[in-house]
């Protein structure tokens, strides 16, 4: 019974398993489903595990047993790094522009959505033509937008909002085949990042270790002599740093959310550190980057074998790595370029690891993504490269 | 409670405020035999739901309280090594040192499944432990056995348990854990169900400070950038320190003076950030 409506939630992306489905059906067959209400009721209680999925339900349900009309469903899948180039080119038209070989006014007249579509043609036959063309998909080093306080300026094409709503109309799922791992979920990094434990004896010793204890005793001729243990706990301490700066990050946030939240729960000894773009002289303990700032010659003093993660996209314009007063926030100028910092860094704490969320496809385009790369070991935010670097992590 | 008896059918409770959905949520889980797994914000009465099956059911109720380094072991039985060495050096005691099954004590999951009648067993905040520990309880709690390792003994259940979970979702439970649950998650109460809770624990309260009490306790809750909402635990907690002001009218509400703030807002940010929304005169 009722096996299309069970198969409409699958296809709708509720994750609804088959053992689910015949627990319904035995739940049907205990007479406590009397009307559409109960079976409403029953089958999300028994189909549904998360209130995430309560709306779609709701949707899906109508559909099925009132006739109600299916939302399209949203298609959010674009390669990040295409679109966070798409959404770059978007601020300013004279880029797109020029990139695309058109005039501005011409892009103008286009909607978002020929845009993109041109857009895509275009990926389509550069793909074939040049790949490697640092032109096309490095955002790091060539990218003329965003920093130094350039803001662009006259024609926009379209709102903020319009940006998005047709980037997602634009991503069809067959962008989906690009990225080799699914979406990173909690679980998953939970799993990866459980192997990353050192387990050390800690606290009072208030574990009583029984095979001493009657070996103490014996060695007494009886007489008892209880041995107490430290428990084991995990004292592993680790840095994460994170680059909550600029929009480059922003089509990351949701995974190093995941990565962060993950890590918070997992490790007792976890400081958190956040920069912008890259490290100069201070890391900042707020998100906000401005109250409290952590001198980089203070982590000398750290425990050499605390574990340091930092998570970043490294894409930035080359002179901010390099130059001595490459930052482009003015207070930070410090007169030691950045690398030096970094370089720093990786010598201090040498079990460290640089995650980047962008598509390891694309790291040969930027200069600073290669840069850093020789400084730290690089691995792709995935769950393929989370346990890479875990292992890195980890090694003696 | 026996076999044959009719079946149990929970019905709401004397000072929980129970809606039909979840009523019927409750009675399709036992009847299941399935555990509930009851996810909500804090303060939306999923502790208090456990207490008020426990109460309509007639049924004792066993609170297992998750702690983040709880081991699996520890819910179910504990072997207790140093009074049995203890008892073995001295033998003074009233135990058989040799019979090992006497320094055996059952956990809160034991007790539930040696206990004479059905019970309602509460599993609070499973979130806080680590995937592992959830798993490994679903087990036991699916086969209703589970082995005491140091006298080779299985434990089953004498009587299934009704059991509820509650999560305050801080963390994503596993995907084998929800698919051993059914799941339900309590919204937030509209103001109309709100009301009704506050009759039920003020069953003489003032109609008028009621209303303006709800209206106004709705409105700080859309405050922005609140870490912690106040939720009906802090509501009732207000209106009791309403009624226990002898100066206090409930008039004052209206006129957007709103005394005792700190029983809502337990963060000093967001208390300043709701003195500071409802204007400093409130401020007594």
Excluded at chain 2, 26 to 38: C, F, T
Aim: aromatic share 10%; charged share 25%.
């Amino acid at each position: 019974m009722f096996i299309a409506f069970f198969y409409k939630l699958k296809e709708a992306g509720i994750p609804v398993s088959p053992t689910s489905f015949l627990r319904l059906q035995k739940a049907l067959s205990t007479g406590l489903v009397a009307s559409l209400n109960d079976f409403y009721t029953a089958s999300r209680t028994i189909l549904v595990k998360s209130e995430r999925y309560f709306d779609l339900f709701d949707q899906v349900f109508a559909h099925h047993f009132e006739g109600a009309e299916m939302p399209a469903r949203e298609g959010v899948d674009l390669d990040e790094a295409i679109q966070a180039l798409l959404q770059e080119w978007l601020r300013d038209p004279q880029v797109l522009a020029d990139v695309l070989g058109m005039e501005a006014a011409e892009i103008g007249k286009l909607s978002p959505e020929e845009l993109i579509a041109y857009f895509k043609a275009r990926l389509a036959d550069q793909k074939g033509r040049h790949a490697g063309g640092s032109r096309w998909i490095g955002t790091g080093g060539t990218s003329p937008v965003g920093h130094s306080g350039y803001h662009p300026g006259g024609m926009r094409v379209g709102g903020v909002s319009r940006n998005k709503s047709a980037v997602k109309v634009a991503m069809d799922r067959r962008y989906r085949d690009y990225s080799h791992q699914g979406p990173l979920t909690q679980a998953m990094v939970g799993e990866a990042l459980k192997r990353l434990r050192n387990l050390v004896p800690t606290g009072p010793k208030d574990q009583v270790n029984v095979a001493a204890t009657i070996y103490q005793a014996m060695k007494n001729g009886g007489e008892i002599e209880i041995v107490f243990d430290r428990s084991l706990r995990d004292r592993l301490k680790v840095i994460l740093a994170i680059d909550n700066g600029g929009w480059s990050m922003d089509p990351y946030i949701p995974v190093v959310q995941t990565v962060f939240d993950y890590a918070r729960a997992q490790f007792k000894d976890l400081k958190t550190y956040f920069f912008h773009n890259t490290i100069y002289d201070v890391l900042w303990e707020d998100p906000a980057r401005y109250r409290k700032p952590r001198r980089i010659d203070e982590f000398a003093r750290y425990d050499p074998e605390t574990r340091l993660i930092v998570v970043g996209d490294a894409s930035m314009a080359p002179y901010e790595l390099t130059a001595a007063e490459g930052s482009i926030h003015v207070e930070e100028r410090s007169g030691r370029p950045s690398i030096e910092r970094l370089a720093f860094l990786a010598e201090t704490f040498r079990h460290c690891a640089w995650l980047n969320p962008m598509n390891a496809r694309y790291w040969d385009y930027s200069q600073t993504v290669k840069a850093i790369g020789r400084i730290f070991p690089m691995f792709q935010l995935s769950l393929d490269g989370l346990e890479k670097a875990i292992t890195h992590l980890m090694q003696k | 409670m026996t076999e044959d008896s009719p079946k149990p059918h929970f019905s709401g409770a004397s000072r929980y405020v129970l809606d039909d959905e979840l009523a019927s949520i409750v009675n399709i889980s036992m009847a299941l035999e399935m555990p509930l797994l009851l996810k909500g914000e804090p303060g939306t009465g999923k502790t208090m739901l456990a207490h008020a099956i426990a109460e309509n059911l007639k049924m004792p109720l066993i609170v297992l309280n998750v702690k983040s380094s709880m081991k699996l072991v520890e819910a179910l039985y504990q072997y207790d090594t140093l009074t049995r060495l203890n008892d073995s050096r001295f033998g003074d005691s009233q135990r058989d040192v040799s019979d090992i099954a006497a320094y055996i004590k059952m956990g809160k999951i034991g007790q539930a499944f040696t206990a004479a009648e059905r019970t309602v067993l509460l599993i609070d905040e499973i979130d806080k432990a680590d995937t592992d520990f959830q798993d490994d309880m679903l087990d036991v709690l699916d086969q209703m056995t589970f082995d005491i390792i140091e006298i080779d003994q299985t434990i089953t259940a004498r009587h299934r348990p009704v059991i509820i979970i509650t999560s305050n979702a801080k963390k994503d439970l596993s995907d084998p854990f929800l698919g051993r649950c059914n799941f339900h998650h309590i919204a937030f109460p509209e103001p109309k169900v709100m009301r009704q809770i506050i009759r039920v624990h003020f069953p003489d309260i003032d109609g008028d400070l009621m209303t303006g009490a709800v209206a106004a306790f709705y409105k700080l809750r859309e405050l922005d950038s609140v870490e912690k909402k106040p939720a009906t635990r802090e509501l009732l907690n207000w209106i009791r320190a309403l009624r226990a002001d002898p100066d206090f009218h409930p008039r004052e509400i209206e006129k957007g003076a709103l005394p005792y703030l700190g029983v809502l807002f337990k963060k000093s940010q967001d208390f300043a950030r709701a003195v500071a929304a409802t204007g400093r005169r409130s401020l007594r």
